[in-house]
């Protein structure tokens, strides 16, 4: 699925998406992972920002 780029605020912010370069670049700086992690993470537990946050927390 492709990211909206006119579809910004909350609930775009709240999904990560593999498919943009640049997103996966700032989610894997902002969560301090490797994109392999968070490739791992959302395989996991979806793409819910949320969700990863808390998958990577518990240590997996």
Request: aromatic content about 4%; charged content about 35%; overall charge negative.
């Amino acid at each position: 699925m492709a990211d909206d780029k006119g579809n910004i605020g909350s609930p775009d912010r709240d999904r990560i998406s593999l498919s943009e370069d640049y997103e996966v670049r700032d989610w894997t700086n902002s969560l301090g992972v490797s994109e392999a992690e968070l490739r791992e993470a959302v395989d996991a537990v979806g793409n819910n920002a949320g969700h990863v946050r808390a998958y990577l927390k518990t240590g997996r």
